[in-house]
């Protein structure tokens, strides 16, 4: 508060507040004094006067003369301060009293004066001897007095009081004076200290304004006068620098005014060089992304005649050199892609979708798809999802599933050997959403301080030796950075040089509503199983989906332990009525295995076989029923409970077929103004069974519509004339115009992103695929869209088929899963398939046959050879290819192949129900 005051205030409160202390101590002491003189007077007068009425009435009151007490009574109020006078009898009874009556009480009788004093008024009482009647001195103290009355007097304070007041009074308006005096020679020299404080002020703010030519007068001391001079002299440096700054100010604006027109003309240029930067990064990008859409299109053929030619009958080098022509040609299709993909983002419009999917199952699928790269170095693939992670997510998972595959990949490349493991833990968690933790983590060469620090940058690799093992243009890190930071995440790598590396991102993604049960438990609840797993990262992952599917397991590192573990607890309360084995041909050969899974089959133990995707062939023959008993490693949780619950629960026998219903062809309209993808589409739709129709532009296309009718469109996108968007709008547009329900039409494309994807659903278009594409995407498409089965089911990549024998087997379980890829569930599915479709087959041939319709006998041998050409049928395959080859060039010997191969069917019914 001191600190707020100005100096006048200060000066003011410094002069007035001692001084107003010290008066009022003084003032108030010195009128106590006072008071107290006056009130020790007042008591010593009424004594005095008690004392002097006491020889006046002592006559009276001895011979108790009223009349004279009260005339003494009456003069006795004469006297100041007197308010009432009285007269006692010895008893104290009044005989006489003058003035008002008493305020106080009697005090208590003594020898000697008594008094008491109240607020207002004192009481004196004096008792009357004989002795009063003597006025001389001389009194014989040893003479007993008698007691002839008492003398009462009452004095009032009123008079006392009033004169302390006028004392106080007095006192106070002294103290007022000496305080006003005080208080102008305050103010007098605060006035003397602020006016030059008020006029160096002022000054200031005049040299703050830019006055600096202000000078300060004398200010009347010498302090101050000493203050002005030194401000006078700031204000004439601060003159001087102006004067100069100016100067200088005006040398550098005429400096400035000399290059404006240079740095004008500069600014221009730059302009014209970012406009033509500008155009030549547009041109760049356009120039990219239609030389990788130029390059996809033969590419994507090269794939597509590639598959076809390898369902051929070829030599095992022709599939050799067919198969290194695949996988250059993937090769090739990644890495445009990649570079299509980095010039997207680079470009700003690459756009995420937001839709549900399970974590999970993501994981694991990411882990299948590169698991037989991995099997091929004997790596060991491993997925750990903790529990409490959330698995029913919103995002973008083909994005996602690139970034892990890429990183998986990597992993794969650059490890010798050892285990690759993907972790994911979730590190932050609330009600709407979830911050993930998803890490690679591998036992390769791993990578330095150096190698760290260029990781992430576009087209670079850890290893660009000469030497190097791994290829590829260096942007799938870059690629995968970027995708997680628009995801709103991050990606990082810890590493050990000669240890390996784990590649870690972190990504916080809203929940989905999961409404159904993930796993169902309740088929599995309750029972035991046994696991066999040598790995113990492997075993660990598998005992955790083994819980979570319901189970209550007990793990094993040795088959022996495991075997003797269920003889043991066979009659036991809880036996093991399930066993995983997850082995490979080292640890247990094919032949061994047979026999163990007879053995635990005849303890009540079904057994589930877990082995590398390079060993399913050697398995698929040592198990009873290799459909549902063998997987590949590492398993999906969602598989692993539906091949549990089969064995525990079969729902069909194995052998059974799965019919496949008998319904029209389909019409399909083509459109593609490439050839060869016209070509590959239609080859592989016809093969099928479909009835196609195939145009090479977007104005055939409108015309095929308007004069036909077709079931479904496969719409090219990039046509010239009238691209596939436009032909869909115009084809819409008819529709709309004629009436007609609109006609599925399917966007064919060789690499769509999310944005293009919603522009071409937004055109019309009712779905898409991507190239390259092949059977079963075409074949699911069909179905989808027309409810229509094709007849021949597609299956994937045909491996190098056996060479002929002289005299093929009827059916060939080991032909058949070749076929399949090592696919033991898909070349059971092919077989199924072909045998629920043999009886349709052999009488649509005989009734053709029969009413001589040439080319519908050869539409069914050609169809049914289609279909041989995916099982381990040998015999029909070699019976319906000759049966075609004769038809075609109507040769007699047409007839006999005709009887050979309902032979031929007759021979695999008959096979098959045996084998069951």
């Not at 989905?512 to 609840?525: I, K, M, S, Y």
């Not at 029209?664 to 592989?684: E, F, S, W």
């Not at 995407?777 to 024998?805: D, F, S, Y």
């Not at 038809?887 to 031929?904: I, S, T, Y």
């Amino acid at each position: 508060m001191f600190k707020d005051l100005g100096i006048k205030g200060r000066v003011l409160l410094l002069t007035l507040l001692p001084t107003s202390l010290l008066a009022l101590v003084l003032g108030g002491y010195f009128t106590w004094v006072q008071l107290s003189g006056l009130q020790t007077q007042l008591l010593q007068r009424g004594e005095m006067l008690v004392e002097h009425l006491a020889p006046l009435a002592a006559p009276a009151l001895e011979q108790k003369d009223v009349k004279k007490l009260e005339r003494i009574a009456q003069q006795a109020l004469e006297h100041p301060d007197v308010r009432a006078a009285g007269f006692l009898s010895p008893e104290r009874a009044s005989l006489a009293h003058a003035g008002p009556s008493m305020l106080n009480p009697s005090p208590g009788g003594q020898p000697g004066v008594s008094l008491l004093s109240g607020q207002d008024a004192t009481r004196f009482l004096l008792p009357v001897y004989d002795q009063h009647l003597v006025l001389s001195d001389n009194i014989d103290e040893e003479r007993k007095l008698d007691l002839l009355g008492w003398v009462e007097l009452e004095l009032s304070h009123q008079g006392t009081l009033l004169t302390g007041y006028r004392s106080l009074f007095a006192s106070l308006l002294l103290i007022a004076g000496g305080l006003a005096v005080t208080a102008l020679l305050a103010l007098r020299m605060g006035r003397s200290i602020n006016e030059p404080l008020r006029a160096i002020k002022a000054g200031v703010a005049q040299l703050k304004d830019g006055h600096l030519e202000t000078r300060l007068p004398p200010l009347g001391s010498v302090e101050l006068d000493e203050l002005a001079a030194g401000i006078n002299r700031m204000a004439e440096a601060l003159q001087n620098a102006q004067e100069e700054l100016q100067h200088s100010i005006e040398q550098a604006t005429e400096d400035v005014r000399q290059n404006l027109e240079t740095i004008e003309i500069q600014n221009i240029e730059l302009d014209f060089a970012r406009k033509e930067a500008l155009e030549a990064s547009r041109i760049k990008s356009e120039f990219l992304a239609n030389m990788s859409h130029e390059i996809r299109t033969p590419l994507n053929g090269i794939l597509g005649f590639t598959n076809l030619l390898q369902k051929s009958e070829l030599s095992p080098r022709q599939q050799d050199y067919l198969s290194t022509i695949e996988k250059s040609a993937d090769s090739l299709l990644g890495i445009i892609n990649e570079v299509l993909d980095f010039s997207k983002i680079e470009a700003g419009k690459l756009v995420l979708e937001s839709i549900p999917f399970n974590l999970r199952d993501l994981l694991q699928d990411t882990l299948t798809i590169l698991a037989p790269a991995a099997h091929e170095k004997q790596l060991e693939l491993v997925s750990l999802i903790y529990r409490d992670t959330p698995l029913a997510l919103r995002g973008d998972p083909l994005r996602l599933k690139q970034v892990l595959t890429n990183l998986v990949s990597n992993a794969i490349k650059f490890t010798r050997e050892g285990t690759i493991v993907m972790r994911a833990m979730v590190e932050d968690e609330s009600a709407d959403s979830a911050q993930l933790r998803i890490s690679v983590m591998d036992t390769g060469i791993g990578l330095s301080d150096e190698d760290l620090r260029a990781l992430f940058q576009a087209f670079s690799q850890a290893d660009n030796s000469l030497s190097r093992q791994a290829g590829g243009t260096g942007l799938g890190l870059v690629i995968s950075k970027r995708l997680i930071e628009q995801m709103g995440g991050e990606i990082g790598v810890d590493s050990t040089p000669g240890e390996g590396s784990e590649f870690w991102i972190t990504l916080t993604l809203p929940k989905a509503r999961d409404d159904a049960e993930d796993l169902p438990r309740a088929a599995l609840q309750g029972r035991r199983v046994a696991v066999l797993e040598s790995h113990e990262l492997a075993r660990q992952a598998l005992v955790h989906q083994l819980e979570d599917c319901g189970l209550e397991v007990e793990s094993f590192t040795a088959p022996g332990q495991l075997f003797e573990a269920v003889t043991e607890r066979q009659h036991g309360e809880r036996p093991l009525s399930l066993a995983v084995l997850g082995i490979t041909a080292s640890q247990l050969p094919p032949d061994a295995l047979g026999q163990r899974i007879w053995e635990l089959d005849r303890l009540g133990c079904k057994a589930l076989v877990l082995c590398p995707t390079t060993e399913l062939g050697l398995f698929h023959e040592s198990l009873p029923d290799a459909y549902t008993q063998l997987q590949a490693k590492p398993p999906c949780t969602r598989k692993l409970h539906k091949a549990l619950v089969e064995m525990v629960s079969p729902q069909r026998p194995v052998s059974e077929p799965v019919a496949i219903s008998e319904t029209r062809r389909p019409q399909i309209l083509c459109v593609d103004d490439n050839p060869a993808n016209l070509l590959l589409v239609q080859t592989l739709l016809e093969d099928l069974g479909a009835q196609v129709k195939a145009v090479d532009s977007g104005y055939a296309a409108l015309e095929a519509v308007q004069q036909g009718s077709f079931d479904l469109v496969f719409m090219d996108v990039q046509m010239p004339g009238m691209d596939g968007r436009e032909t869909t709008e115009r084809i819409r547009q008819w529709e709309s115009e004629e009436g007609r329900s609109a006609t599925p039409i399917i966007a064919l494309t060789a690499h769509a992103l999310a944005n293009e994807k919603r522009a071409l659903l937004q055109s019309g278009m009712d779905d898409y695929l991507t190239k390259p594409i092949n059977e079963r995407q075409l074949a699911q498409v069909v179905l989808k869209w027309t409810g229509l089965n094709l007849r021949n089911q597609p299956n994937h990549k045909i491996a190098a088929a056996a060479p002929t024998q002289l005299q093929p087997k009827v059916l060939d379980a080991e032909e058949g899963l070749r076929l399949a890829a090592g696919k033991a569930d898909l070349a059971a599915d092919m077989l199924s398939m072909l045998l629920a479709g043999l009886p349709g087959d052999r009488q649509a041939i005989r009734q053709a046959r029969d009413a001589g319709e040439r080319t519908a006998l050869i539409e069914r041998v050609h169809r049914l050879h289609g279909a041989t050409r995916y099982c381990g049928v040998p015999q029909l395959r070699a019976a319906c290819q000759r049966s075609e080859t004769l038809l075609k060039q109507d040769d007699p010997e047409a007839q006999r192949a005709l009887d050979e191969l309902d032979d031929a069917i007759a021979r695999l019914t008959e096979a098959a129900a045996q084998s069951a």
